[in-house]
């Protein structure tokens, strides 16, 4: 059984940083990339960031420049740092991880609970 636990939301004024965190944990065998996600009322989730085992990242053109997404491998744990934070990244923010369980099984999805990120203009 996998778990990820995300922690780091809350309220900010616009401008200002917040760092989430998601932790993986249970019995992995291997990571192949780890994914911010966020959806705010009434729209679709879209794609925040990505980082895969090899190190690329990838990030939503709304976001570049100002968010960053980071993984400590020994910790199964993925970060995302947010600075100049805008009212329009008021979202709730899930992280998703793809995995393997064991040697030769396909890749799987796991996803986080979800923390509301708020920001005040």
């Known amino acids: 059984q996998v778990q990820l636990v995300e922690s780091g939301g809350g309220l900010v004024q616009a401008g200002g940083s917040l760092r989430l965190s998601c932790a993986a944990s249970?019995?992995?065998?291997?990571?192949?990339?780890m994914t911010w996600y966020r959806q705010a009322p009434g729209q679709q989730r879209e794609l925040v960031a990505r980082?895969?085992?090899?190190?690329?990242?990838n990030y939503a053109d709304s976001v570049k420049g100002r968010f960053t997404i980071s993984r400590d491998n020994a910790k199964n744990t993925v970060y995302m740092q947010m600075n100049s934070l805008k009212p329009e990244d008021t979202a709730v923010y899930y992280c998703?991880?793809?995995?393997?369980?064991?040697?030769?099984?396909?890749?799987?999805?796991?996803w986080g609970q979800g923390t509301q990120v708020t920001v005040s203009s």
């Open positions: 998703g991880i793809t995995l393997r369980l064991y040697y030769n099984d396909p890749l799987r999805d796991y």
């Open positions: 249970g019995s992995i065998f291997s990571i192949h990339a």
């Open positions: 980082r895969t085992s090899g190190g690329s990242t």
